[in-house]
């Protein structure tokens, strides 16, 4: 289980009951300055869990689909939590 959170609220609880891949779409709002996507584990912690493999962050109306989201596809190291 997990949480998915946009500028810490929660926007979507991810509740798995199958071993398939699954794909959501959550509308946000920005706010001026940054915006922070995170997640949260949410359920016991005994060794499993969720594995994300890519994520996209689409401005609304960009007919190029462009990803604005750093490290989207997590092929770039570790960039560290501004808090």
């Known amino acids: 289980m ?3 959170l946009w500028n810490d ?3 979507l609880s991810v509740t798995p009951s ?3 891949v699954h794909t959501a779409t959550v509308v946000v709002t920005a706010v001026v300055g940054q915006n922070f996507l995170q997640f949260e ?3 016991a912690s005994d060794n ?6 890519d994520m996209t962050l689409i401005k609304v109306g960009d007919s190029t689909n462009t990803n604005v ?7 770039q190291p570790y960039l560290g939590y501004a808090a």
């Open 18 to 20: 199958d071993y398939n």
């Open 48 to 53: 499993y869990g969720l594995g994300i493999t």
């Open 9 to 11: 609220d929660i926007v």
């Open 69 to 75: 989201l750093v490290n989207g596809d997590f092929m």
């Open 41 to 43: 584990g949410a359920g």
């Open 2 to 4: 997990a949480n998915v």
